[in-house]
C-alpha cells in the first residue's frame, strides 16, 4: 500500500476510499487534452479499471496541450498510446483502448458496464449524447469544456440533473479550439478539476460533486460555480443519432457546404439552416433528420423547423473524415 500511503492518511478517504477506487470501472471518452490530467490522476490513484474510447490519432497540434503524448507519437491511435503510457505508471489499472469515436448506437453499451464517465472529448454532440445515455442508465457524469480561456466542469446524472437540465439550448454560435485558440494550462486546469470530482464520487468523500458546476477564467486565473440540484429536467429536446440509425423513410436533410470536408451521406438533400425559417420547407417524411460536422447547424435548423411543424426531428453529428479531440 506505500503507493496510495499519502491519500490513503486523508481521513475522508482511508482504506476503505482506496478499496472503492480499486473496485470502479471508469469510462473515459476523449484522449486529448482533459483526459491528459484526468488518466495521470485516476491511473496514479488506483482506479481498477478504466475505458478509454477516442477515434483520433495524434498529430503536431494536439503536443501544446495533450500532454500524454510525444513527437514520436504522432500519427499513432490516441487512446492506444494512452493506453500504454499509463500502463506504465500503474500496472495494478486494467486500461482497455477503444479505438473509435462515441456515437448514439455505441454509447449505451459502454456506459451500461462502468461506475461512472468522463466527458473529456469536448464535443457538445457527445456531451448530449453521454449525458442522455448517462441520465436514462443512473450513471454519473463529469463533463467539462474550454475554448480560449474559459472553461467549465459540472457532475450530471447519477441522481443529478442533466446536462440539457442546466443547458437546454444551444447558443447560435459555439467556440472551437481550431478557430479561437485554446490555453494548455487552463486544459489542464479542468481536466485536474474533473479527476478530482470523479475521485470523490468514486472514494464516496462529501460533499457529493453530482449537481455542482465550476466555472474557470484563465487570464485573472477566476474560478465561479453554482449547485443546480434543483434544475428541471426540459419536457423535450433534439436528440443525437448516428448514421447508421437512419431509416429509408426519413426525410434526410445534410446542412454541410458542396466542398465541406466529412463522410458522405448518401440520398440526402443539401439545405441551408435559413431554409428553416420559414413554414415553406416541410418535411417529406415522418421524421426529420438533420445532419452537418459537429451537430450545432442541425440544432440551429431543429430549432427553426420546431417553430413551424411539430414532426419527429432527429440530429447527427458527421465529424470529419477523421476524428479529432480538440481539448
Known amino acids: 500500500m506505500t503507493r496510495y500511503a499519502r491519500q490513503i492518511a486523508l481521513p475522508a478517504f482511508g482504506v476503505a476510499g482506496q478499496d472503492r477506487l480499486a473496485a470502479a470501472h471508469v469510462l473515459v471518452v476523449g484522449a486529448g487534452g482533459l483526459a491528459a490530467p484526468v488518466l495521470q490522476y485516476l491511473v496514479g490513484a488506483g482506479v481498477g479499471r478504466i475505458t478509454l474510447m477516442d477515434g483520433d490519432r ?46 448514439p448506437v ?5 456506459v451500461a458496464v462502468v461506475d461512472l464517465v468522463l466527458d473529456c472529448a469536448d464535443s457538445f454532440a457527445a456531451s448530449y449524447i453521454l449525458s442522455d445515455t448517462c ?24 441522481g443529478a440533473p442533466s446536462l440539457r437540465a442546466l443547458f437546454p439550448d444551444l447558443p447560435d454560435r459555439l467556440g472551437s479550439c481550431d478557430a479561437d485558440g485554446v490555453f494548455g494550462p ?25 449537481g455542482q458546476l465550476v466555472t474557470f477564467e484563465a487570464i485573472g486565473s477566476r474560478f465561479g460555480g453554482f449547485r443546480f440540484d434543483k434544475a428541471p429536467e426540459p419536457e423535450d429536446g433534439f436528440h443525437f443519432i448516428a448514421p447508421a440509425q437512419i431509416t429509408p423513410s426519413d426525410w434526410l436533410i445534410d446542412l454541410r457546404a458542396e466542398a465541406e470536408s466529412g463522410p458522405a451521406l448518401p440520398n440526402a438533400i443539401r439545405r441551408s439552416v435559413s431554409d428553416f425559417e420559414y413554414p415553406t420547407t416541410h418535411p417529406q417524411g415522418p421524421r426529420a433528420v438533420l445532419a452537418c460536422r459537429s451537430g450545432l447547424r442541425s440544432w ?5 423547423l420546431r417553430g413551424h411543424w411539430d414532426g419527429e426531428i432527429a440530429l447527427i453529428a458527421l465529424g470529419d473524415v477523421q476524428q479529432e479531440t480538440d481539448t
Request: charged share 10%.
Open 135 to 158: 441520465h436514462g442508465l443512473g450513471k454519473p457524469l463529469i463533463s467539462a469544456s474550454i475554448v480560449g480561456t474559459s472553461g467549465y466542469v459540472g457532475g450530471f446524472c447519477g
Open 186 to 210: 487552463a486544459v489542464g486546469v479542468m481536466g485536474s478539476l474533473q479527476a478530482q470530482m470523479a475521485i470523490a464520487i468514486l472514494a464516496g468523500i462529501e460533499p457529493d460533486p453530482l
Open 300 to 304: 440551429q435548423a431543429a430549432t427553426r
Open 106 to 110: 455505441n454509447a449505451p453499451g459502454h
Open 58 to 103: 495524434v498529430s503536431l497540434s494536439n503536443l501544446h496541450r495533450q500532454t500524454l503524448f510525444r513527437m514520436a507519437d504522432i500519427g499513432q491511435p490516441k487512446a492506444q498510446v494512452a493506453a500504454a503510457h499509463m500502463t506504465l505508471l500503474n500496472p495494478d489499472c486494467k486500461i482497455s483502448a477503444v479505438l473509435e469515436p462515441l456515437d
